[in-house]
């Protein structure tokens, strides 16, 4: 009817702009330019044919009054001539069958003719849907819809219902819902009372209909009365209050018309224009009030409360919907279509207490509706009492004074422009929050500064024009400066953990009214009440025991080194610390400084083993979870509570009221006792027990003594230390104690006798609250042999006292049933320790299950075991791998893809879904490894390990960058922080293979439950359930794309591991030579190269691959290109560049024809007839060096590009497209290729037919009318000989074709000199382009200067400088010869003469030009004197210059940590603390001193800083010198390369320019992982690195660049929570490289910093590493040792001299200058006593901190040496 239609502009479209416009294309064309079944969707009534719409228009009548089309109706058609007999409807009706959801045939499958001959259907029915079937007006699938519809209303008939809101209501429904009592019911059923009767009862009508909502508006000065929306038009009401009114008669039932008194749902509203279709969408979300609203996560309807509760609705809309259903009848219950009484709705969820109430007393947040008379914020049935009843209709309509109406009328401003003038209007606020920052009026009007009523006059105000924006700025400042005066209530404390009101102090009576008084009057500061003694005892606490003091050296020492030293008992210092946790913080007895738990196990205060008992005991401080209420409680109510040991409890409220007072966990602070007694957080009882102290209350030991004390009494016996005031614990030298010699000695039956008299209470476990003897408890299985032994025998000698042996018994009982308990109902699973009630919440198992494990009757391991639960813990299993088809060898998806039988893309994707479903998997050996253990065992390389690292965090989790929380992959991907394609293909390997996977606990979950959990939707699963539109997985055999579910049925399950592994056929492969690689036949025949017949003939064998291939040799290999010159006087042929070389053609031309020879396949050599990759070219000479990287970009058109956004490979029309490469050199490469045979693709290597390019995205219609109408932008070619510029296929056909090769050369003829009144060179170009940061994408100088990224003056500048160059050559009458350069664009011209008489430009410049050497668009710029460098020799066509445009530079954040403003160097190698070697990190790693990643990742930082460090010299060395020089192995290059990138920069494949580590994450060229570490190591050592600037870049200043954002630059100097990568060589736990930078030394002289390690762990553990790795044999370590004696053992010291030698090591904090400790090596000259250096090394081994233990009497002989 004329063409596609144009919503925007409202318009039809002609059809190439259409096309343009994305509003159609050639494919949908094509398909309706073709009529088949699937288009004629218009039915014919005369002949009963389906045609097209414009078939059917030819067949209609022009009607000769109107001119309108009319179709012609047949008398049969009128008459209805059937489309089926009676006898085929009946065998139709028989066969098509329906599942009926209800009724009689609930459940069954019955045939429609079952059903329309049931009591359901009258014999009128039947016959109807029979006759219209007959006639074809409806389908099999309309009856089914019919019938299904009949049936439900039959069966609803059969029921009591009544008129609900929008369905029936049963009458058993209103009995439930308390709506109808049982009386009314049974008189309903026994016929006594009808529907209709009891409707209309007042009780039932109220919740059937409800009562009425304000239906309109009387405008009081002439007594009409309009609709809402009425009033709106005529200007009487704000767009606002109609639309809250309009939106709660939708929320509550109908929209009403007050006029004619109807009543409608919204659609029938909005077609009755009782309402206008602007408000249309947002009245049908308010009608989802009444209809319920869908819930995302299980498509269940949810009522308004529940939508409200859940986020689906802003909080505002969902309170004034609720006020308004609650005043006019109740809430609606949208499942059942009624309303609903109160305690109902309360059950049902559909509201609860604490928002009825919350309503039921009107404030700012319920106050919803505007009464536009009294011009004030109402509750609905506020406003409803305002209302008058109309006595015609009975509704409620709401009065309109002339005051009202003259007040809307005289406002200037409507409420939205008020709204956005404030949100423009900026205010420097001088006090208060917001002091000294600018914000706008909006901002501030909206903050707890202004009240409603105050926002609401000032905005009424300025829209009457009383005042203006200057007046409402100064009264907001007032009112601010007013409000900051009474700040002073507000005033707070510093507490333990949180900020302390005053207030909450005056009421725990710590201050007094006095003192409250004068801090509110500002005559004392909190800083002055904080400093007295009785406040600062109560939020602070006074010192408790910080560490020990050892007498005899005087050494202070923390309790944790204590312990470690053996100078106290495990158990001594455990409630020791314990009792610092529970009073307030771990104390560094040495630094002096304060710990909260977590901070104290980071620092190495306290060892990690410890880190869970002081987490618990410092619960005392911030509160314990009580389990029933979710509310915070304190030790005393969780000791009462059975939550906490009674012992435990006694021994922190002991060591609590000892330091200060009782501590109140909820205000942070300690308490007075009365105030504690009060709070419940204590008790008289309790406080006498602990002022008496028996032996129940002596938790604490004294060392010294033997005794036990109580914590007090403990205290008592310390000293203050001096210097800093704490209370430290003097240890003096165990001698032999009287105390010990004074113990009675007991024989065994002694011993016996006193353990059967003594009873002791079970606290704990299956015996709990029992009593036993002492004997009989060390007889039973609840103390270990062993330690019966022993206690036995410490008894029996009286080193244990019995009170002390009671405390010993009890405290193994209590370790013994946590250890059971913890055994028994938690799980160590792969990642973290699962417990069963994390399982049970989850619905992993089931309350059965959960109730046996609790009782004991099943252990977790039983539990896991069932194949129901395994199934959910570690997946029905992901594809393992492959297997050879006819060898039936299994292999590992990584060595399958080594081995090139799968190709990378399927390598990777399986590889991704293994990581993504919880385990690389190493199907040979049948082990589930995590990806870093699959790493370090070689199952996967190292080359993917952030790939799959970023892949298994499907399973770990994401952090949220927003709330640093974990978050599942599905959230990652609602929130863009992964794309959307990777997400579902990893989304769908995890549904695959057992479900959604929990990234807290890392185990699969139910369905139901990712839903709750918001790890999934249903829309997402109809996705990927089957047929899933998801198919991401391409099956190696058939290349089909899958999805996951659908490749893993094609696998086979190994008998012995149970293994899922893909069958890989042995088949064989007919293959086609491309451009680059192989073509399948497959693939041919996709691309409509070959066609079907001819690839069966080549399967049978009856052609030849070679036979084929001459008939497709154009879309292979294309026809050939200008492949050289012809010089036609001397009949010499020569390749381009040798052409060039000889003078024969200008460097232009020659590089614009070896472009297009690179861009159509291969550079040739017309003499060899080669055909060469440029590469190879260049290393043949075929092609000079200086063409190399030009010609390599070239070459992408046939290889491909990279997508720096998506990674992938597009082609050179797509990399055109997304401006990678300049449109006119697009143009002119993709001109060439369609010229040489067609586009290529370089995904399949070969050239296509244009309608495949067309499909495929690799061209389009639009560039191919550019190409087919040649215009100067598309002639890219010049043709030497007449000087003019030609389209490639233009210069071709002026080509001859070599007899002897068949190649394409360029005829050159011999030039004349020709007298010509004026002859022109050819056209050269300048192009200023325009770079944006933020995308990449290339524009012009107009369109940067229009979206704004350069201001006028830049434009007006670069404007100027593109330019568009000619030279015309004037003969003038006289026979004078001038060269005019002239810029067609400008019109300015510059004589050749002249500019050497003036000295512009001297002979040889102008020689340079004639000659070549010197473009056209060079030599202009010395003409006119611009030299500031736009040159180009890339083409003649043209030259570009690129200005990247920088944004704002973001703000920077302050952080506590400073950042390094000095450049220090990375970790430059090992110090082997075995031998006192430094060696380097590739010799560590021979060796076994550090694992393989751990080397890697030093080897990185050390090549991201500089280079590869040699430890002898100090030499920085690239990676490939290192190699050389033994520095790193050969197998290490390839991993760190990457790393050297980010020192050298990363090459921009577009402007060749180079990028630093942090633009390259940036764009995404660089994986997170990788990116991350590269920058924090810069970071740490001096400075972000900038390949362009010799000195490292400060934050700041990366910041103000753009170069980093702002979270990047947080994240950096976050040093606390970078990532631990890295196993110390000491330790062996897992550090950041932070914490090795801290741990390591300095080195004196060479200035190198060394890292300790050892081959045993100094935490007592054995290194995991200390195998032998692929990279070493067992004797290595031996081996490499003697090797490097002379090398890099002679480089850590040389100890020969006569006086010793002597080493120093000094600890120092980090600086900005350097972290960790310093080493010195000083180099003597004479041996060294043997004595001496026993004790020196004892001596240095206690400095550094080694094991006591090392044996140093391995050092004997008379002279020993150290080389």
Known sequence: TGGIIDPVDSHRLP???????????????????????????????????????????????????????????????????????????????????????????????????????????????????????????????????????????????????????????????LVESKILDNDLYNELHQGKKTVKEVSEIESVKKYLKGTTAIAGVLVEPTGEKLSFYDALKKNMLKSEVAYNLLEAQAGTGYIIDPVKNENFPVEEAVKASVVGPEFHEKLLSAEKAVTGYKDPYTGNTISLFQALKRGLIPNENGIRLLDAQLATGGIIDPVNSHRVPLDVAYKRGYLDEETNKSLANPTDETQRFYDPNTQENLTYSQLQKKCKLDKKTGLYILPLSEQAIRSQQEEIYTDSQAKDVFKKATVEVPSGSFKGKTITIWELINSEYFTEEQKRELLKQYKTGKVTIEKIIKIMITIIEETETKKQERLTFSGLRAPVPATELLESSIISKTQYDQLKEGSKSVKEISETDSVKRYLQGSDCIAGVLIEDTKEKMNIYHAMKKNLLRPGTALVLLEAQA?????????????????????????????????????????????????????????????????????????????????????????????????????????????????????????????????????????????????????????????????????????????????????????????????????????????????????????????????????????????????????????????????????????????????????????????????????????????????????????QALKRGLISPEVAHALLDAQAATGFIIDPVKNEMLTVDEAVRKGVVGPEIHDRLLSAERAVTGYRDPYSEQMISLFQAMKKDLIPSEQALKLLDAQLATGGIIDPRFGFHLP????????????????????????????????????????????????????????????????????????????????????DEITAQRLQQGLTSIEEVSRNIQKFLEGTSCIAGVYV???????????????????????????????????????????????????????????????????????????????????????????????????IRLLEAQIATGGIIDPEESHRLPVEIAYKRGLFDEEMNEILSDP???????????????????????????????????????????????SSKSSVRKRRVVIVDPETGKEMSVYEAYRKGLIDQQTYTELSEQECEWEEVTISSSDGVVKSIITDRRSGRQYDIDDAIAKGLIDQSALDQYRAGTLSITEFADMLSGNMSGFRSRSSSVGSSSSYPVSPAAAKTQLSSWSDPNEETGPIAGILDTDTLEKVSITEAMHRNLVDNITGQRLLEAQACTGGII??????????????????????????????????????????????????????????????????????????????????????????????????????????????????????????????????????????????????????????????????????????????????????????????????????????????????????????????????????????????????????????????
């Not at 250890?819 to 938690?826: F, I, M, T, Y």
């Open 1007 to 1090: 369905l139901e439950i990712a839903y709750q959990r918001g790890y999934l939707n249903r829309e997402t699963y109809d996705r990927l359930s089957e047929p899933s539109e998801i198919r991401s997985y391409i099956d190696p055999n058939t290349d089909e794309k899958l999805s996951y579910l659908q490749l893993l049925k094609r696998c086979r399950q190994d008998e012995n591991s149970r293994l899922y592994l893909l069958p890989l056929a042995d088949k064989r492969k007919l293959t086609f030579k491309g451009l680059r690689k192989q073509i399948t036949v497959e693939e041919l025949v996709r691309s409509q190269v070959m």
């Open 582 to 894: 529970a009073t307030g913080f771990i104390i560094d007895a040495v630094k002096n400084q304060r710990l909260y738990v977590n901070e104290a196990v980071k620092t190495g205060i306290v060892g990690p083993e410890l880190h869970e008992k002081l987490l618990s005991a410092e619960k005392a401080v911030t509160g314990y979870k009580d389990p029933y209420s979710g509310k915070t409680i304190s030790v005393f109510e969780a000791m009462k509570k059975g939550l906490i040991l009674k012992d435990h409890g006694i021994r922190i409220l002991e060591a609590q009221v000892a330091t200060g007072g009782i501590i109140d966990p909820v205000h942070s602070h300690r308490v007075p006792v009365d105030i504690a007694y009060k709070r419940g957080y204590f008790d008289e009882e309790l406080n006498k027990n602990l002022s008496d102290p028996g032996d129940d209350t002596k938790g604490f030991f004294d060392p010294n003594t033997q005794e036990n004390l109580t914590y007090l009494q403990l205290k008592s016996r310390c000293i203050k230390d001096p210097e800093t005031g704490l209370y430290l614990l003097p240890l003096s030298k165990q001698a032999k104690p009287a105390a010990v010699e004074a113990a009675p000695k007991y024989s065994e039956e002694e011993a016996k006798k006193v353990f059967e008299e003594t009873k002791i209470d079970i606290p704990m476990g299956t015996m709990a609250g029992s009593s036993m003897s002492m004997w009989e408890l060390m007889q039973s299985d609840l103390i270990p042999p062993e330690e019966r032994e022993r206690l036995m025998k410490e008894f029996r000698s009286g080193q244990l006292s019995k009170e002390r042996m009671i405390i010993i018994i009890i405290e193994i009982i209590e370790k013994t049933e946590i250890v059971r308990q913890h055994d028994l109902n938690s799980y160590d699973f792969v990642r973290r320790r699962i417990t069963a009630e994390e399982l049970y919440e989850s619905k992993v198992i089931t309350l059965e299950i959960y109730n046996m494990l609790k009782q004991g009757t099943k252990t977790i391991q039983e539990v896991i075991r069932m194949e129901t639960i395994w199934k959910y813990m570690y997946g029905t299993g992901c594809i393992a791998g492959i297997q050879n088809s006819t060898t039936k060898e299994i292999i590992s998806l990584y």
């Open 1128 to 1226: 036609e006087a001397s009949k010499e042929r020569f390749s381009v560049y040798q052409a060039m070389k000889r003078g024969f053609i200008r460097p232009g031309t020659a590089f614009e024809l070896l472009e297009a020879q690179a861009a159509t396949g291969y550079v040739i050599d017309p003499i060899k007839c080669l055909k060469l990759a440029v590469e190879d070219a260049v290393r043949m000479g075929i092609v000079g060096s200086e063409f190399k990287d030009k010609l390599l970009s070239a070459e992408r058109a046939v290889t491909g590009y990279r997508d720096p956004y998506s990674g992938k490979m597009i082609s050179l029309f797509q990399a055109m497209k997304k401006g990678l490469i300049l449109k006119d050199h697009g």
């Open 1510 to 1763: 040699d430890i002898n010299t100090g030499q920085k060395f690239s990676v490939a010198d290192a190699m050389n020089k033994g520095l790193v192995d050969k197998i290490m290059v390839d991993r760190i390369n990457l790393a050297q990138k980010a020192y050298n920069g990363f090459e921009d494949p577009r402007t060749k320019t180079k990028m630093s580590a942090a633009q390259a994450l940036k764009k995404g060229w660089l994986y997170y992982e990788a990116g991350q570490r590269f920058l924090e190591v810069q970071y740490l050592t001096g400075g972000l690195i900038e390949p362009d600037l010799p000195n490292r870049v400060n934050l700041d200043e990366a910041l103000r660049k753009g170069t980093i954002d702002a979270r990047t630059a947080q994240k950096l100097r976050d040093v606390n929570t970078y990532s631990k990568y890295l196993t110390c060589p000491k330790t062996k736990l897992k550090i950041s490289y932070k914490e090795a930078i801290d741990k390591s030394m300095i080195e004196d002289g060479s200035g190198l910093r060394l890292l300790e390690a050892s081959s045993t762990s100094s935490k007592g553990y054995y290194s995991p590493y200390n195998v032998s790795g692929s990279g070493s044999t067992s004797g290595s370590r031996s081996g490499s040792r003697t090797g490097s004696r002379s090398g890099s053992r002679r480089g850590s010291f040389d100890a020969t001299g006569s006086s010793g030698f002597s080493m120093n090591f000094s600890s120092s904090s980090y600086s900005s200058s350097s972290y960790g400790r310093r080493y010195t090596a000083t180099a003597q000259d004479s041996t060294v006593d043997p004595a001496e250096l026993v004790v020196t090394l004892a001596s240095l081994s206690r400095c550094c901190g080694w094991e006591a233990s090392r044996d140093f009497l391995a050092l004997q002989g008379p002279h020993p040496t150290v080389a």
């Open 1271 to 1317: 215009s100067d932008d598309t002639k890219g070619f010049f043709d030497p000989n007449t000087e003019e510029n030609l389209t490639y296929l233009q210069l071709m056909e002026r080509c001859i074709t070599d007899p002897d090769t068949g190649l394409c050369l360029l005829p050159l003829k011999e030039k004349k000199r020709e007298r010509k009144t």
């Open 15 to 173: 059809l190439e702009i259409a096309y343009k416009r994305n509003y159609f294309d050639e494919e949908m064309n094509e398909v309706l330019s073709d009529p088949t079944d699937d288009t004629k969707g218009f039915f014919d009534p005369n002949t009963q044919e389906n045609l097209t719409y414009l078939q059917l228009m030819e067949r209609c009548v022009t009607d000769p009054e109107t001119g309108l089309c009319l179709l012609p109706l047949a008398d049969k058609a009128v008459k209805g001539e059937l489309a089926y007999t009676d006898a085929e409807a009946k065998d139709i009706f028989k066969k098509a069958t329906v599942s009926v959801p209800f009724g009689k045939f609930k459940g069954k499958t019955v045939t429609i003719w079952e059903i329309i001959n049931s009591e359901y259907f009258t014999e009128d029915q039947r016959r109807d849907l029979i006759r219209q079937y007959k006639t074809g007006k409806i389908t099999v699938e309309k009856i089914i819809k019919i019938i299904i519809t009949v049936v439900d209303e039959n069966e609803k008939k059969k029921q009591l219902c009544f008129d609900g809101l929008r369905a029936p209501v049963p009458a058993a429904e």
